[in-house]
């Protein structure tokens, strides 16, 4: 049982504060994914968890044993480096073997010729041979045991360095950005992969990206990080559907949530650009806010009926959906739509388009980015002036 | 039929000969390449090919500096000097010479220049230190360790009387002077060394020290082994040779301090050259000489070819 405690992790470097106060529990065997945009500390993080960083104040637990202090080799984790740092001078059968070699002998056993002579050296490496075989088999591996890392594809590099890590048979599993160096095609296939592993061998997985799409498909919960704090944590839905801050919304989800500037106006009644949805604040407060809504939240209607106006200026057709990007006065950015496949053929570039969405899919968001609840309300929507 | 051949292959006539266009054109572009090479390839005589045939020409002679006649003599040069207890006192010697600076100079520069590299502070101040005595004049230095090695006041022999120990006649003791020679190759060559380790550690990347660290890779042994050590092969490798080939090179030293003596206990191949072509004036068997020595940068070169570029890790 290794379940993972941080408890207000901070790391200053020079006079910059890059953690400030990181808690975060991971239950033994989950995927969780520390997931946020470039700068946020979340290499940092996993890298003071795996020990190669010495944390400024706080403290981690693994397996309920505080671990600071303590160095990387003996902590009982294991790393897969972005680059994957696979030793270019070894085979990739050494190079899987090297976690097995430092643990199981000492380092007269490990010398050169020297080695052959002391008793157990042949026991042990029996033992590492048939451990390693039994992973490479598990990885797809057999077949380029003798070759060395420059002969591989960065795939099959992704593959060994992935080896390497389980053959450790590890507490926990640290993953820092895995796919980042992979094609697009490979890295959807890998995640898959992944995934799999992680179900098949049941241990911790703490894997950071900085691509949402590889945190949502593939944990069990999500930490997003932003600026050295965990802004929030829950599973990929909670964050999807529920996102706490202005911020986890924008980052969440491809293309971005758009966001409108309202009013809440008296009694908690939003305002968006001039027209009043059926829409109060769940706690009272007025003033600007800030609404967001999904892509997939938004739909075209007549201009008569839609709630937003503006112009078609760009539309993009990805096969399975289909973008529109809208320009609007309610919106500084343009506006983007998604629509299912085919439609929206018959709108021209420039043509005045309305848009509508479900009063219940708008998230909102005070001034300064925090969530604010909403609720329906019942009533009809007034007519403009009213 | 004739019509689509001529249009796969406008260049052949009907004789099957390239037209004369085709020819004089070709000439033209031999002729602007060789224009070209001409400046490289006439200093290239001038300075390395034409000295080395002048060389290996000379030796087939019994040229003596200065005289107005010379003869070819074949092979005798090379049959006197193979048979001359010199030349055979004065090959082990530099043979020795190099067997004992090439690995304390490798061993002693890569030291440094670890821990140089594990510094965070001083690092200049320490890399410029070991780095005078290489560019510092051999000569003046060699001076210097001239008065430092002097039996009755020199520096050395002042601190091993200090600390107890005998003093000892550096320059002049037969078993101690080539030995002495070394130590002074050490000093001069080892800063060159680091330098060149210090260049090829800071290319090493840090995520390979960090796996070797979640591997369980503990001891500072241990992730030299893993890491540091192979990946500076091509580095050492390099090292090695420019070591080998400057040792082979002494001079200055032996030179100034010993002349080859005493006798001829640090008698080196260079100098035998220089005192048998300048100071006898036997050009022709000094070319000889130079011809073997010739031979044994060569084979450094030959076997640099065949082990570094075969066993290079990038």
Known sequence: MAPVRLRDIRKRFDRIDVLKGVDLDIADGEFISLVGPSGC?????LRIIAGLERQTSGSVEIGG????????????LAMVFQSYALYPHLSVFDNIAVPLRMRRMSALQRAPLLRWLLPGTRAAERGIREDTGKVAELLGLEALLARKPAQLSGGQRQRVAVGRAIVRDPRAFLLDEPLSNLDAKLRVHMRTEIAQLHRRLGVTFIYVTHDQAEAMTMSDRIAVMMDGDIVQVGTPEEIYD?????????FIGSPKTNVFDAEAGAGGRITLAGRPLPLVLARPGSGKVRIGLRPEALSLAPVSEAIIEGRLSHRENLGAEVLLHIEATASPQPIIVRLDHGKARTVAPGAPVGVTFAPASALCFDAVGRRFPLVETAVLREAVNG | MADSAAALSPVRASSGAPPLRMRLSAIKRGLATLSLLLPALTLMLLLLIGPVAAVLVMSLTDYQL???????????NYVDLFGDRVFWRSLSNTLLYVAIVVPVSVALGLGTALLIEARSSLQFFYRSVFFIPVMATLIAMAISWEYMLHPQFGLINLMFKAVGLPARAWLSDPALVLPTLAVIGVWQLFGFNMVLFLAGLVSIPQHLYEAAEMDGAR???SRFRLVTWPMLGPVTMFVVLISAIRSFQVFDTVHVLTKG??????????????????????????????????????LLTLLKARFIDKRVHY
Do not use: C
């Open chain 2, 66 to 76: 200065g005289s107005p006649t010379w003869s070819f003599i074949g092979v005798q």
């Open chain 1, 65 to 76: 044993e505080t671990v600071d202090g303590v160095p990387p080799a003996a902590r009982n």
């Open chain 1, 242 to 250: 529920d996102p706490q801050h202005l911020r986890v919304a924008e």
């Open chain 2, 261 to 298: 003596g005493p006798s001829k206990a640090s008698e080196v191949l260079l100098y035998t050259m220089y005192s048998e072509g300048f100071e006898f004036f036997r050009s022709g068997l000094a070319a000889t000489i130079a011809v073997v020595f010739l031979g044994f940068v060569l």
């Open chain 1, 41 to 45: 500390g979340k290499s940092t993080l």
């Open chain 2, 219 to 221: 001891s500072a042994w």
